[in-house]
């Protein structure tokens, strides 16, 4: 059964500040996914990941895949107030189409 | 643009009570999914579809039922309500492994938000 585990499940952020999110999957994958949501919306694509050593960036985030370690990152550069939300990633099994989502982190940023 | 559609946005049912949650994409994707989420949690697979005809459970099908009868609509049919039915239902809609390199990100819809009473 593939499990998938982030952290930290909550983050505090000061504005201007550097921190990552770590998402570990239990079992080999070759599509890892991050997503946001907003409190009481959907989800919003941000991220695909398909290969070892995949790196994506989008504004202040960074995300970035090792397959042999299972870990995937989520970096956010100097974070600012829009930010805040709940980020999650979720992974398919190889040749699967089934997502399995972690449980997220709520990112709180701080004036 | 609309891209994945559900309704109602919104419900309150009684225990034993049955509905059925609509889910519609325009998108012409294959495949399509449910999910629930409760608070403060991520998203649980409850069925999904690759294909018209076609359905699989996921993780946590019990007290529910799909039917996949043309590529744009999945509904899904709750019977007999529970309270632990209570949750936000979301459907998603992905264009399908056409390939190894295929990405087959899921889009998302808005969500109907359940309460069994």
């Known amino acids: 059964e593939l499990k998938v585990e982030q952290n930290p499940l909550f983050l505090s952020m000061q504005e201007g500040k550097n921190y990552t999110i770590y998402c570990n999957y239990s079992?080999?994958?070759?599509?890892l996914y991050w997503y946001r949501q907003d409190p009481g919306k959907s989800l919003e694509s941000l991220f695909v990941l398909l290969s070892n050593g995949a790196v994506k960036q989008e504004g202040r985030l960074m995300a970035s895949l090792d397959t042999k370690a299972r870990l995937s990152t989520l970096h956010i550069t100097a974070a600012v107030h829009d930010l805040s939300a709940t980020y999650f990633c979720?992974?398919?099994?190889?040749?699967?189409?089934?997502?399995?989502f972690g449980e997220g982190t709520q990112l709180t940023v701080n004036p | 643009n609309a891209g994945v559609t559900q309704t109602p946005k919104f419900r309150i049912l009684k225990i034993g009570q049955s509905m059925t949650l609509q889910c519609a994409q325009d998108m012409n994707h294959n495949y399509m999914y449910w999910y629930r989420q409760d608070p403060g949690m991520g998203l649980k697979l409850i069925y999904y579809?690759?294909?018209?005809?076609?359905?699989d459970k996921g993780e946590v099908p019990n007290g529910y039922n799909v039917s996949r009868s043309t590529t744009e609509d999945f509904p899904l049919r709750l019977e007999l309500a529970a309270p632990s039915q209570t949750s936000v239902y979301f459907c998603?809609?992905?264009?399908?492994?056409?390939?190894?390199?295929?990405?087959?990100?899921?889009?998302f819809g808005a969500g109907t938000r359940l309460s069994v009473l």
């Open positions: 998603a809609s992905s264009q399908g492994l056409a390939g190894r390199a295929a990405k087959n990100i899921q889009y």
């Open positions: 579809s690759v294909g018209a005809g076609i359905t």
């Open positions: 079992t080999t994958s070759d599509r």
């Open positions: 979720a992974v398919t099994e190889t040749s699967g189409s089934r997502l399995t």
